[in-house]
């Protein structure tokens, strides 16, 4: 579901940030009673239908900021990580079906004949359906010829994959907490923001505060929340800015997990045993409330944040571990297993950037300065990537992952639609993922992917730039497709060829195959591995612009030093923004540069005011001698001659045209025209110049006329010679057919 929740997020992230500025300052207790009335001070509203009620909201958001129930905490549900703000949850229809302005109150009644308990009735503008009545059964809206009749299931009810919410009398949100998987997906899918969860931030504070050794565990999805250029250095600094002793990849506790877990798989599969991974808390909390009659076939291995936990307080039992990421499950999770070694506090990103923010501390792009995880570890979260990682340690312990059945399957969602329709049958579910699977992939696959972005890989001295499409933009700037674009940059480094492209498949030459398909199920659109290129010399530098939209590579032989990679950068930036066809004119054919000069000399002969004035003079005498011109453009002519330079601003469109043709008739004799030759020798340098490289007026000159060459060559001059052998410029989406899509239909489409 797709929301416009700005508001929304705007005001969590308000309530949080004074939160932790209080905290902070350590007055959180004796002032948190009048903050709501600080931030909503009257006497108009700002959001709501009094200021009565958007500070009764804050307040709850203040209680849950604390960690505690919005409002008492003895009520049914009350240990639940994800609460209902009761003030908040007041707008959303009571009635599962409506009628919309749609209704013609048609002769025929359809809607009323279907109904079988007398629920629908006629008003004098449309049909009415009596809630009470009403036992929705979806009838009329079946029998509605117009579609006037809307199924309006609370957009939290609809989302939740548990079936875990339903109304009280009064038509507030309630959560069963005995079949909530702690999943939050009604918290984002809330128009009102009435669904949020349970804090750590006050807690974390204050044990900073109070100078106790605070660790923070940050999920690898954290990285990429912040932008290309903000890294796991960039965000350690932060953290440690914000009072925290020390920080840890999670990605380690990946691997650690993944080297269990596979150890189990492996004992597993000689019994004959199915498993499902314990990684995500979400999903094991599905099982085991759903499904218990399978949670035997949990794996018993801890989660990623546990064992990274687990090892930080082997080495220190007085650690505090404090798990930063994006998912809410982990704050059950580190309820569920409190005591035992496992995280003490969560934090989700929103609450690390309140945190930030009350700090005034702000991420600054930073080398990575060490690598804690492998790139299995780091992509645990990714739909798929504990498989993935799982069967890299089967490799690693020297068996073949090939000749085990490993499913993959994205979201508890799925996950309960394939055991629903199996009736909780795990080896029947198994093959309707199998199948669904291979269904979605297919669909997919007409579809057109023109979006996406470009990223680079590195070894040595050569480097690679590949482009990956997706759908849409939307996508393109999701971590999970970023992280896996740089997957494929990385496996075309390691190629044993230098370019594949233009109608090849690439995806077969990088052996990616089952990467894409899971990768296309997983983020929902028809993904592409389109191309790439590597370019090799003495010394290489790349550019990255507009966060993958356009990749360029430029390498040079000869001295290589950090002046000349940082002059080579510069020149890819020059061709990024300006993108030369040829690194220089040398670099073009014969039969290019006479190609450019044909196309020069019939572009002069179709613009007549741009001929020479000799050659002009002859062509209008012949118009009017030859009776060319019509009476009315001779008289313009006979009136405006006397300036030349403005004629064409007041002759007809028909006469230029004519003019052309008689240009393009006499084309032999003119081009044979000193005066004309010298125009089109100027026009050809004038587009040289703007299509080669080395003669382009470099972007950075100080005097607006260096070229690019005399950039280089002063460079080479101070820091050694060298010579750009070549560059590549990938821009996502050049040369593709872009399909126009209407997206506010297509999301409507998939809402009904």
């Known amino acids: 579901m797709l929301s416009n929740d700005a508001t929304i997020q705007n005001i969590k992230h308000e309530i949080l940030y004074e939160v932790a500025k209080l905290a902070y300052a350590g007055r959180f207790e004796e002032e948190k009673d009048e903050l709501v009335y600080k931030m909503f001070p009257g006497p108009k509203a700002r959001f709501r239908c009094c200021v009565y009620k958007e500070r009764e909201i804050a307040r709850q958001r203040i209680r849950l900021a604390e960690g505690k129930c919005p409002t008492e905490s003895d009520h049914p549900g009350a240990n639940n990580i994800i609460q209902v703000i009761e003030a908040a949850c007041a707008d959303c229809p009571l009635s599962h079906y409506i009628v919309t302005d749609n209704c013609r109150k048609c002769m025929m009644k359809a809607c009323q004949q279907a109904c079988k308990f007398g629920a629908v009735s006629m008003t004098r503008d449309r049909a009415y359906i009596d809630p009470d009545k009403c036992k929705e059964c979806g009838m009329c809206a079946k029998a509605c010829p117009y579609n006037a009749i809307a199924d309006l299931i609370r957009p939290c009810k609809k989302i939740c994959p548990a079936n875990a919410i339903t109304m009280d009398d009064n038509g507030i949100c309630e959560i069963d907490e005995n079949k909530c998987i702690q999943c939050g997906q009604c918290i984002h899918a809330c128009p009102f923001g009435a669904i949020g969860s349970k804090t750590d931030i006050v807690d974390v504070i204050k044990a900073i505060v109070d100078g106790k050794k605070v660790v923070a565990m940050v999920a690898p999805a954290v990285e990429g929340q912040f932008g290309d250029t903000i890294t796991m250095s960039s965000i350690r600094t932060a953290c440690k800015k914000l009072g925290f002793n020390d920080m840890y990849e999670v ?39 759903q499904y218990p009659e399978l949670a035997e076939h949990i794996s018993t291995t801890i989660s990623p944040m546990f064992a990274l936990s687990r090892l930080l307080k082997s080495e220190d039992p007085d650690t505090i571990t404090v798990f930063i990421g994006p998912c809410i499950a982990k704050k059950n999770e580190k309820q569920e297993y409190k005591g035992q070694g496992n995280a003490d506090f969560v934090l989700t990103i929103g609450e690390f950037r309140a945190m930030m923010r009350a700090k005034e501390v702000v991420l600054e792009p930073e080398e990575n300065s060490d690598q804690q995880a492998s790139i299995y570890g780091k992509r645990f979260g990714n739909g798929g990537g504990v498989s993935a990682a799982v069967a890299q340690c089967m490799r690693e312990a020297g068996a073949d992952p090939d000749k085990f059945n490993i499913e993959k399957c994205s979201g508890a969602a799925e996950c309960k639609k394939a055991l629903t329709e199996t009736d909780g ?73 230098d370019k594949a492209g233009d109608g090849e498949d690439v995806c077969a030459i990088l052996d990616m195959q089952s990467e894409l398909e899971e990768k296309t199920l997983t983020i929902g659109e028809k993904l592409s591995i389109r191309r790439f290129q590597k370019i090799t010399g003495d010394c290489v530098a790349s550019y990255i612009h507009g966060g993958g939209r356009i990749g360029v590579l430029v390498a040079a032989d000869g ?7 940082e002059a080579l950068t510069n020149v890819a930036m020059q061709i990024a923004a300006m993108n030369p066809q040829y690194l220089s004119r040398n670099d073009m054919s014969a039969d290019e540069l006479a190609k450019l000069r044909e196309i020069t000399e019939k572009s002069a002969l179709n613009d007549p005011a741009s001929l020479p004035k000799p050659i002009l003079n002859k062509l209008i005498d012949k118009a009017i001698n030859d009776k060319v011109w019509s009476d009315a453009d001779i008289a313009t002519y006979e009136e405006h001659k006397s300036n030349m330079q403005y004629l064409f601003n007041f002759l007809s469109k028909e006469a230029a045209a004519q003019l052309a043709e008689l240009a393009l008739a006499d084309e032999a004799n003119i081009v044979a025209d000193k005066i004309f030759n010298g125009l089109v020798e100027g026009r050809v340098s004038k587009q040289l110049k703007e299509i080669c490289l080395m003669d382009q007026v470099y972007v950075k000159a100080e005097d607006g006329k260096q070229s690019v060459a005399k950039y280089l060559a002063e460079v080479a001059k101070a820091n050694g010679a060298f010579t750009v052998k070549g560059y590549v410029r990938f821009e996502t989406g050049e040369g593709l057919e872009k399909k126009n899509e209407d997206f506010a239909a297509e999301v409507a489409a998939q809402l009904q």
Do not use: H, Y
């Open 251 to 289: 990605g380690l506790g990946g691997d650690l997990t993944a080297q269990a877990e596979a150890e189990e798989w492996l004992e597993a599969a000689k019994e004959g045993k199915k498993l499902t991974t314990s990684c995500c808390p979400a999903f094991v909390n599905l099982i085991k409330k």
């Open 425 to 497: 049958d795990m080896e029947a579910a198994v093959d309707v993922l199998r199948k669904s699977g291979a269904a979605k992939v297919e669909k997919k696959a007409g579809r057109i992917a023109a979006e996406g972005i470009t990223r680079v890989a590195s070894e040595g001295n050569t480097a690679v730039v590949v482009e990956v499409n997706s759908e849409t933009d939307f996508v393109a700037k999701n971590a999970t497709f970023q992280e896996f674009v740089q997957a494929v940059a990385d496996k075309a480094l390691k190629a044993s060829v």
């Open 559 to 565: 001295a290589s030093n950090d002046a000349i990679k």
